[in-house]
């Protein structure tokens, strides 16, 4: 069972402000995850107290009900051409903006829509900021079933330190994304990002990695107990 989210007020203040480069009329990409489903609720709370009208799409199921539920119009990924801006959590960030996603096994979709946008703001608490990738986090990669036995081989080889098949919590197994695929989250000694995340999508069955160097955000907003601060590349 989750444990209450301790850093629940200071996502909330960076979920706000990142909110606030959302303008009327705009193409929306909304992430997943719990700062993620802030986003959504103060999107969804605008659109009803200041007619803030834009067309989204999202990362998840999860996220298209939370969308749903808050009344916002939400249409598939595969209608848009480009977005204007898309908003989304991280699980850590390093000092160069390099990112590792996926704690939520979305990380495939998510990656699609924010290569979509224009402007790609990530939204996190202090406690996700790292000297380096891979400190604390291990790198998800979502995988075809038939390929686990490759793909270990072949994360063997490159050393990796670590590698599990992540299992579900509320069911008996391995989680399953939503596009039917397992996750395996892997640790190394070291990550040097643009080259890992190439490496890893070069492994035959591995559809996406968590890693994110070639899509980095245009800006991180830290949420703490103080405020909030904005980290640009």
Request: net charge negative; with cysteine.
């Amino acid at each position: 069972m989750r444990q209450p989210d301790a850093n629940k007020e200071s996502k909330r203040l960076a979920a706000l402000e990142a909110v606030r480069h959302v303008k009327d009329g705009m193409a929306v990409g909304l992430g997943t995850g719990s700062t993620a489903a802030l986003v959504i609720e103060e999107l969804g709370r605008l659109q009803n107290t200041e007619s803030l009208n834009c067309d989204y799409c999202v990362t998840s199921y999860q996220s298209m009900q939370l969308a749903l539920e808050a009344g916002l119009k939400v249409f598939p990924v595969e209608t848009f051409q480009s977005l204007d801006i898309s908003i989304d959590g991280a699980d850590e960030v390093d000092p160069a903006l390099n990112l590792i996603k996926g704690g939520g096994a979305a990380h495939t979709l998510e990656k699609i829509v924010h290569s979509l946008s224009s402007s790609f703001i990530c939204v996190v608490d202090g406690s996700k900021l790292v000297s380096k990738l891979g400190e604390r986090t291990p790198v998800p990669l979502e995988v075809l079933p038939q390929a686990i036995n490759v793909v270990r081989h072949e994360l063997d080889r490159l050393g990796a330190r670590e590698v599990s098949l992540r299992m579900a919590l509320r069911k008996d197994g391995p989680v399953i994304t939503d596009h039917g695929n397992f996750v395996l989250d892997v640790r190394f000694e070291s990550i040097h990002p643009e080259a890992m995340e190439k490496e890893l999508n070069s492994i035959s069955g591995v559809v996406e990695n968590g890693i994110f160097a070639k899509c980095r955000p245009s800006e991180v907003i830290v949420g703490e107990s103080s405020g909030v601060r904005t980290l640009k590349p």
